[in-house]
């Protein structure tokens, strides 16, 4: 097994790249829409909320159909290396375990046997994960989360200036511009805004790998063969799903940490500029979203954010498992 680690990280990240590239193209007019109606101000109801389908117009009306695609170079440099570190990281620490990596063409039918563990050693692999795979997929998903995230974040925050950033305020040219412009004016600081937010989101892959890999044993228990594609997309849909609606907040509130030009309304003065020396964090935009918008406001753009996410992570999985399986026949 040691001598295949290599392969599979490598295997691991071109796959994981590749899902993260061709998802991220099929899917981002979603995540334009997801995270205009997240940076909203006002609540549904209130004058000004817009709501998915008057976000959508009038982004087609004042940007064209490329306003859909706003953010697109930086989301495609977001997700390629967060999905190569993730499943790098996430099949690394399985496979440390006694685990098969996710793609792995065999994985079904090797749970079906009588796996043969290495030996308990002072280092490495422990008897724990012989009959705890949920603690270890768990423990996969969340340390692979954590390290994709802290490294990411700087281009997930430049991603969110790009599709907030208003018709009569273009700040950024393009993605390098926007990087410049941020370190200059705001410092290092401003790349790891809403990084505690988004560390806390770990909770989500925490739930959304180890129910996806319940799922396909449940899938493959049916058939001999390696499941296929419609049981892969089916698979992550219902695992991205279930994870995104229970810890959908954080989101919410890492796109308001994110988004400096947009402030809750009790931020702003009269003429709508932000208030300056305003101590903001977590747990301050927690409290202002549900005393200004509600318990609701957590979940501002859940619907739209289910229908990016869902097939987003189908389009990623299920790139992942087929590019995984070609690599590894090779």
């Known amino acids: 097994m040691q001598s295949g680690k290599p392969k599979w990280t490598a295997n691991s990240m071109i796959a994981g790249a590749g899902g993260g590239f061709v998802a991220s193209i099929a ?19 209130q004058y000004g909320y817009l709501g998915v389908w008057g976000t959508v117009k009038s982004v087609v009306v004042h940007d064209g159909l490329r306003g859909l695609y706003r953010g697109l170079g930086p989301t495609i440099l977001g997700y390629l290396p967060t999905w190569a570190i993730y499943f790098a990281v996430y099949d690394g620490i399985k496979t440390r375990f006694g685990e098969s990596p996710l793609g792995e063409v065999h994985i079904e039918e090797e749970r079906k046997r009588d796996r043969l563990y290495p030996a308990a050693q002072a280092k490495g692999y422990q008897p ?17 989360g954590a390290a994709s995230t802290a490294c990411t974040n700087p281009l997930w925050v430049i991603k969110t200036r790009f599709m907030t950033q208003s018709r009569g305020e273009v700040r950024y040219r393009h993605t390098v511009d926007a990087a410049t412009t941020i370190y200059r004016n705001e410092g290092i600081r401003a790349f790891y805004r809403g990084l505690l937010p988004s560390l806390l989101g770990i909770t989500h892959v925490a739930i959304q790998f180890p129910l996806y890999e319940q799922l396909k044993l449940w899938a493959q228990s049916r058939s001999p063969e390696p499941i296929g594609s419609d049981a892969i997309l089916l698979c992550s849909a219902i695992a991205k799903m279930t994870a995104s609606i229970a810890t959908y907040p954080h989101e919410v509130i890492r796109t308001r940490l ?7 309304a009790a931020d702003a003065s009269s003429d709508g500029m932000i208030k300056e020396h305003v101590k903001r964090g977590v747990v301050y935009i927690t409290k202002k979203i549900i005393q200004k918008e509600g318990w609701a406001g957590l979940y501002k753009g859940l619907s739209v954010n289910l229908f990016r996410t869902v097939p987003n992570s189908a389009v990623t999985m299920l790139t992942y498992e087929l590019l995984m399986r070609k690599l590894s026949s090779r």
């Open 258 to 264: 994110q988004t400096l030009s947009l402030p809750l």
């Open 27 to 45: 899917t981002c007019p979603l995540d334009v829409i997801k995270t205009k109606l997240q940076a909203q101000r006002a609540s549904h109801g």
């Open 128 to 144: 724990f994960a012989r009959e705890h795979t949920w603690a270890v997929h768990i423990l996969s998903a969340m340390t692979a």
